[in-house]
């Protein structure tokens, strides 16, 4: 896509913004923290000390602390951008450190289980919003980070009950300034919708590309050589972050089961079209299909360019 970020902010939206975990969602929101001037101080930590090497090597952020607990001192906002299984042993260590008034978010693809894990170590009188950024791509690591990632891209924020409003318009602000949509739901709503557009997708992608290399009569040189583009986009899904996709699954188990159990019977059905011949269902079926990946296109939201690499124009 041709948009750019805009210029910097002349007044940051926080004071000083500590990340926690420095992958690709983190080190992005580093990079574009620093582009914008979206924190007057950028803090950064991670779990591993090469990662944090790595992080001072590259310039991403102002401090880089070996604990989470030193990175969240006098933290104005906190974004934990850990694998979602993470989240509440960091909470534990970073909550006797939490400033009064401090914000502190995460970037995880499920809320329902990130709150009943995170909640319970916030302490009083600071607030705690759930967020999930949309956005992202099969590579991971602090190089792989681009300050453009969240460009027209949706953040999904879930306030809980009695939220205090302020903090949510801070939190709203700073994605909103990283360039992103921001819309707010409950965590149920979210782990139903995420479960539909990619969660499940995830998981099909898995499940695809493992039985193509479980298939005895096919030879592994034989399914890379004759990939086309559907297979190669598969792989590039199923190369993302295992993980992360191993505590995403981990933790919207219900939702997931029950798009599954929805994705089953739908299946079934076009098995039953192509048994029976049936064109003008596969046909009907098929079209539908294909306004819908119209309709994404028209709102901004993928490029009509094909591009199975997802190759990124600002790497930096």
């Given at each position: 896509m041709s948009e750019q970020l805009g210029p910097k902010l002349e007044?940051?939206?926080?004071?000083?913004l500590a990340i926690i975990g420095c992958g690709l969602i983190g080190s992005s929101l580093l990079r574009v923290a620093r582009r914008r001037n979206l924190a007057r101080r950028i803090v950064a930590t991670d779990a591993?000390?090469?990662?944090?090497?790595?992080?001072?090597?590259?310039?991403?952020?102002?401090?880089?602390?070996?604990?989470?607990?030193?990175?969240?001192?006098?933290?104005?906002?906190?974004?934990?951008?850990?694998?979602?299984?993470?989240?509440?042993?960091?909470?534990?260590?970073?909550?006797?450190?939490?400033?009064?008034?401090?914000?502190?978010?995460?970037?995880?693809?499920v809320k329902g289980a990130v709150a009943s894990a995170v909640a319970p170590f916030i302490p009083k009188g600071v607030h705690f919003i759930p967020g999930h950024p949309v956005a992202g791509t099969e590579q991971s690591g602090p190089d792989a980070g681009f300050p453009t990632l969240f460009l027209n891209r949706w953040c999904i924020l879930t306030p809980p009950a009695g939220a205090d409003p302020h903090a949510v318009e801070t939190l709203s602000a700073f994605w909103t300034a990283a360039g992103s949509n921001v819309e707010t739901m409950s965590c149920e709503h979210h782990d139903l919708v995420l479960a539909i557009t990619s969660?499940?997708?995830?998981?099909?992608?898995?499940?695809?590309?493992?039985?193509?290399?479980?298939?005895?009569?096919?030879?592994?040189?034989?399914?890379?050589?004759?990939?086309?583009?559907?297979?190669?986009?598969?792989?590039?899904?199923?190369a993302s972050n295992p993980t992360m996709w191993r505590d995403v699954f981990l933790n919207n188990k219900d939702a997931v089961l029950e798009i599954l159990g929805r994705f089953t019977e739908d299946l079934s059905a076009l098995q039953r079209m192509i048994r029976w011949g049936d064109g003008d269902g596969l046909f009907a079926l098929f079209t539908r299909t294909r306004d819908i990946r119209r309709s994404i296109i028209e709102i901004g939201q993928e490029s009509d360019v094909p591009d199975f690499g997802r190759h990124q124009s600002d790497p930096q």
């Amino acid at each position: 896509m041709s948009e750019q970020l805009g210029p910097k902010l002349e007044r940051p939206v926080v004071e000083r913004l500590a990340i926690i975990g420095c992958g690709l969602i983190g080190s992005s929101l580093l990079r574009v923290a620093r582009r914008r001037n979206l924190a007057r101080r950028i803090v950064a930590t991670d779990a591993s000390a090469p990662v944090r090497a790595r992080v001072v090597e590259l310039g991403l952020a102002d401090e880089v602390h070996d604990s989470a607990a030193d990175a969240v001192r006098d933290a104005d906002l906190i974004i934990l951008c850990a694998p979602v299984g993470a989240n509440a042993a960091i909470a534990a260590e970073i909550a006797p450190a939490l400033s009064t008034g401090a914000i502190v978010s995460d970037v995880g693809s499920v809320k329902g289980a990130v709150a009943s894990a995170v909640a319970p170590f916030i302490p009083k009188g600071v607030h705690f919003i759930p967020g999930h950024p949309v956005a992202g791509t099969e590579q991971s690591g602090p190089d792989a980070g681009f300050p453009t990632l969240f460009l027209n891209r949706w953040c999904i924020l879930t306030p809980p009950a009695g939220a205090d409003p302020h903090a949510v318009e801070t939190l709203s602000a700073f994605w909103t300034a990283a360039g992103s949509n921001v819309e707010t739901m409950s965590c149920e709503h979210h782990d139903l919708v995420l479960a539909i557009t990619s969660h499940v997708p995830h998981l099909i992608a898995y499940n695809i590309v493992g039985t193509a290399a479980d298939l005895e009569e096919v030879t592994q040189s034989e399914v890379i050589k004759f990939s086309a583009g559907g297979f190669r986009d598969f792989t590039r899904i199923a190369a993302s972050n295992p993980t992360m996709w191993r505590d995403v699954f981990l933790n919207n188990k219900d939702a997931v089961l029950e798009i599954l159990g929805r994705f089953t019977e739908d299946l079934s059905a076009l098995q039953r079209m192509i048994r029976w011949g049936d064109g003008d269902g596969l046909f009907a079926l098929f079209t539908r299909t294909r306004d819908i990946r119209r309709s994404i296109i028209e709102i901004g939201q993928e490029s009509d360019v094909p591009d199975f690499g997802r190759h990124q124009s600002d790497p930096q």
